[in-house]
């Protein structure tokens, strides 16, 4: 569950690229397939299937309309690629720098072990301390 929401919130933080693959046979015409290449840090795991698993559940989510005030988006979510691992930093993104050290380096999904920085991308929920 906790790579599943640290995913799920990379999606939501990083935003989809902007090359999206025409739909899947069996898909409504519009619904647009992005494929994402998705990495994870070397003091964590992550494999494809969990990878697919994963992605597979947030399209779920996506083409949902839960609520009269919601919308279902015309999007699948598919990995692009096997799953690859990175080494750089600690596994733990802790400051604004080591959050943009993280958003350079290549893949459009990057799971880790921690978020513990608070800033302007995480939901206004989110308490500062003092």
Same mark, same amino acid.
């Given at each position: 569950?906790?790579?599943?929401?640290?995913?799920?919130?990379? $999606? &939501?933080?990083?935003?989809?690229?902007?090359?999206?693959? *025409?739909?899947?046979? #069996? !898909?409504?015409?519009?619904? +647009? %397939?992005?494929?994402?290449?998705?990495?994870?840090?070397?003091?964590?795991?992550?494999?494809?299937?969990?990878?697919?698993? $994963? &992605?597979?559940?947030?399209?779920?989510?996506?083409?949902? *309309?839960?609520?009269? #005030? !919601?919308?279902?988006?015309? +999007? %699948?979510?598919?990995?692009?690629?096997?799953?690859?691992?990175?080494?750089?930093?600690?596994?733990?993104?802790?400051?604004?720098?080591?959050?943009?050290?993280?958003?350079?380096?290549?893949?459009?999904?990057?799971?880790? !072990?921690?978020?513990?920085?608070?800033?302007?991308?995480?939901?206004?929920?989110?308490?500062?301390?003092?």
């Amino acid at each position: 569950m906790k790579t599943a929401l640290s995913m799920l919130a990379a $999606i &939501l933080l990083v935003g989809c690229p902007s090359n999206p693959v *025409k739909p899947v046979e #069996g !898909d409504s015409p519009n619904v +647009v %397939r992005q494929e994402l290449r998705v990495r994870y840090h070397s003091t964590t795991t992550l494999d494809n299937g969990t990878a697919d698993t $994963i &992605l597979a559940d947030a399209t779920a989510i996506f083409q949902t *309309k839960d609520g009269a #005030g !919601d919308m279902a988006c015309d +999007v %699948r979510l598919m990995r692009k690629g096997n799953v690859t691992e990175f080494s750089d930093g600690d596994g733990s993104i802790d400051s604004r720098a080591e959050f943009d050290e993280m958003m350079r380096l290549p893949g459009d999904i990057k799971v880790v !072990d921690e978020i513990n920085w608070c800033d302007r991308l995480i939901p206004k929920s989110c308490k500062r301390s003092a």
